[in-house]
């Protein structure tokens, strides 16, 4: 793809009000653009932009996306306070819905997580591996911060 197709697929997303982080873009040789976005839920819709076809498709990488889902439910159980339990609940419906507003309310209780034994943070975060710096790619981690069960590990 040119720079100018990536810049349409912007305006695209920007005018259908989805955000670029979670998505990826593919050409097909006649020129119309799919458009997927990392979710659970399955959906398609088409969008015509400067006389281009763009076909938007919901539910990529949904059966991982699903699976962690799964396991987020029963980390619920295991949360140290009230504010990782919202945090995890906005992973969840991140995840279903794709809504990176939602994930950016997850990003906010992470933020307001003040010194957690175990500090974790998942989603579509880093964008500086995509050639125009706006697509992020997955990444997970957990990390021990207490010194004294550090030391167990």
Same mark, same amino acid.
């Given at each position: 793809m040119t720079p100018e197709d990536l810049k349409l697929v912007s305006e695209v997303l920007n005018k259908e009000k989805i955000s670029i982080l979670n998505t990826r873009a593919f050409m097909h040789s006649n020129g119309d653009i799919i458009i997927t976005v990392g979710s659970?839920?399955?959906?398609?819709?088409?969008?015509?932009?400067?006389?281009?076809k763009?076909?938007?498709?919901f539910g990529e990488f949904s059966e991982f996306l699903k699976e962690m889902n799964y396991?987020? #439910? =029963? *980390?619920?159980?295991?949360?140290?306070?009230?504010?990782?339990r919202e945090m995890i609940k906005h992973y969840i419906e991140h995840y279903r819905t794709g809504s990176i507003?939602?994930?950016?309310?997850?990003?906010?209780k992470w933020i307001a997580d003040k010194?957690?034994?175990v500090e974790t943070?998942?989603?579509?975060?880093?964008?500086?591996?995509d050639?125009?710096? #706006? =697509? *992020?790619?997955?990444?997970?981690?957990?990390?021990?911060?207490?010194?004294?069960?550090?030391?167990?590990?």
């Open positions: 659970i839920e399955h959906s398609t819709r088409v969008v015509e932009h400067a006389g281009r763009f076909e938007i498709k396991y987020l #439910e =029963r *980390a619920l159980n295991y949360a140290a306070n009230d504010n990782q507003e939602v994930h950016k309310d997850s990003q906010r010194g957690p034994v943070n998942m989603g579509w975060i880093e964008t500086y591996i050639p125009t710096n #706006e =697509r *992020a790619y997955f990444e997970g981690w957990v990390a021990i911060v207490d010194k004294e069960l550090s030391k167990k590990f």
